[in-house]
């Protein structure tokens, strides 16, 4: 089981997020974030989108916390990634 968390850059909503994937499936993410209180509305298409304050929380559970690069390369060979021409909706 591998959970990865990056770094909290990306702005929104008042607040810094990161990103949290699994390099090994969809199911064992789901049941990391659902045993983590990371709310399923969280979820785009291969990730869940965690606020920054989260991190402790979540690092102390297990996720290991990668750069932004080191976690897009991990999740593409994983073959878990959704490449940006699918998140059309």
């Keep these: 089981m ?4 990056d770094d909290p850059i990306w702005p929104a909503h008042g607040r810094l997020w990161a990103h949290l ?6 199911d064992e993410l789901h049941a990391f974030a659902l045993g983590n ?3 399923a509305r969280a979820f ?17 559970a297990g996720a290991v916390r990668v750069g ?4 897009t ?6 073959g878990l990634r959704v490449p940006a021409r699918d ?3």
Excluded: F, N, W
């Excluded at 591998?2 to 968390?5: F, M, P, Y």
């Excluded at 291969?46 to 606020?51: A, I, L, Q, R, T």
């Excluded at 932004?68 to 976690?71: C, R, S």
């Design 68 to 71: 932004g690069k080191e976690l």
């Design 87 to 89: 998140r059309r909706r």
């Design 37 to 39: 209180g990371i709310p």
């Design 44 to 60: 785009d298409l291969d990730h869940y989108d965690v606020p920054d304050d989260a991190l402790p929380r979540l690092i102390a």
């Design 2 to 5: 591998t959970v990865l968390i």
């Design 21 to 26: 994937v699994s390099e090994d499936s969809l």
């Design 73 to 78: 390369r991990r999740l593409i060979a994983s």
